[in-house]
């Protein structure tokens, strides 16, 4: 036997009946797991989750703020005027009665002016108080004062336009000023409401 070759092992496998040699050991096999304890505690009772919080209502914007408060205000001019009419159509009417007595042949036409000034006294009452309520409620986000509010500054602004060309007279300075003022604030409330038309829906639903 030279070093080269390496030694013979002195312990032979054990062969099996048939000549072959035995089969390897078999792994160690792993260790069981313990049964799992069918008396354990049920699994806790189903929660659904929490339904997600409603969002509040949307904040009034400024612009309809602006548009509530000149309504209201212009409202309360017109009630102004409407008032001092209806004191002067009083006044003209009880100067008629005193023309009837004194000169018959006047007395319709002086009573004839004293109803057209009622009547437009009545007419500026009526509408003073109505742009006066829409503008609460536009504040309050109804649909119907946001269309009245609009239909009311359209009239009015192409019912002040006129006052911008009376710089004939002594005081066309000053109308052509207020007249200026009016349309402006009522093309402001057509703007401003006529662009708010999402808030005025989603307060209404």
């Known amino acids: 036997m030279t070093s080269s070759e390496p030694p013979e092992s002195d312990q032979q496998s054990p062969a099996t009946p048939s000549g072959q040699p035995a089969p390897p050991p078999p792994e160690m096999a792993a260790p069981e797991q313990p049964a799992p304890d069918m008396a354990a505690a049920p699994p806790p009772p189903y929660v659904p989750p929490a339904p ?3 969002a509040g209502p949307m904040p009034r ?19 102004l005027f409407g008032l001092i009419a209806l004191i002067a159509g009083a006044f003209v009417g009880g100067a008629a009665n005193q023309i009837n007595i004194q000169a018959p042949g006047f007395s319709g036409m002086a009573g004839a002016v004293a ?3 009622i009547v437009v006294a009545l007419i ?11 503008g609460a409620n536009v504040l309050g986000g109804r649909s119907w004062a946001r269309i009245t509010g609009i239909v ?6 192409l019912l002040s336009i006129p006052g911008l060309f009376g710089g004939g007279s002594n005081n066309g300075g000053g ?6 003022i009016i349309v402006a604030a009522n093309a402001f409330i057509v703007w401003a409401l006529a662009t708010t038309g999402g808030w005025f829906a989603a307060r209404s639903t």
């Open 52 to 54: 997600p919080a409603a």
């Open 152 to 157: 009311l500054a359209v009239i009015l602004g």
């Open 124 to 134: 500026l009452l009526a509408v003073g108080i109505l742009d006066i309520v829409a």
């Open 61 to 79: 914007p400024g612009m309809v703020t602006g548009a509530g408060i000149a309504m209201i205000v212009i409202g309360a001019l017109i009630v």
């Open 175 to 180: 109308g052509i000023f207020v007249s200026l």
């Open 115 to 117: 109803g057209v000034i």
